[in-house]
């Protein structure tokens, strides 16, 4: 038997989640009264966005989805672009004068909605396949 995964709110104003079928519990107040499944789900993770979504106070939370909106495609359009040239984001954040910057290149990630890869990661990857060489502690030039 597969698990159902339930969106529960509580008379209280707090939105849980559960996957149990009977009596459930509000995990803010206790109680098990004044609570109704408002919504099921397959899978954990849409539960869990769900109860992230239900509890954001109404009066930032339309502001709040639109942001989260606009980074999710922000993310899709720039893999779907750049997948195929990881590298292309070092280049981006290059200066005119040829100069990587790590306070530049993590600038550039956070602008592009880049949160899962680190700078220190495209940097390494760069000076092992000999891309660049580091000047100082925290600036690089492209050998080729």
Request: hydrophobic share 30%; glycine share 6%.
């Amino acid at each position: 038997m597969d698990l159902q995964y339930n969106l529960i709110t509580c008379g209280c104003g707090h939105s849980f989640g559960s996957t149990k079928m009977t009596k459930n519990y509000c995990t803010k107040c206790g109680s098990s009264t004044n609570i109704k499944t408002i919504q099921h789900f397959d899978n954990a993770g849409e539960l869990s966005s769900a109860v992230s979504l239900a509890n954001i106070p109404k009066e930032i939370s339309k502001e709040l989805v639109e942001k989260i909106k606009q980074k999710e495609m922000k993310q899709k359009s720039f893999s779907m672009k750049k997948s195929s040239d990881p590298f292309n984001i070092l280049k981006m954040a290059t200066d005119k004068n040829g100069d990587l910057n790590k306070n530049s290149l993590d600038k550039k990630l956070t602008d592009e909605g880049l949160l899962e890869i680190t700078s220190e990661y495209l940097i390494g990857q760069a000076e092992m396949q000999g891309l660049l060489v580091r000047v100082n502690q925290n600036t690089w030039n492209w050998l080729s």
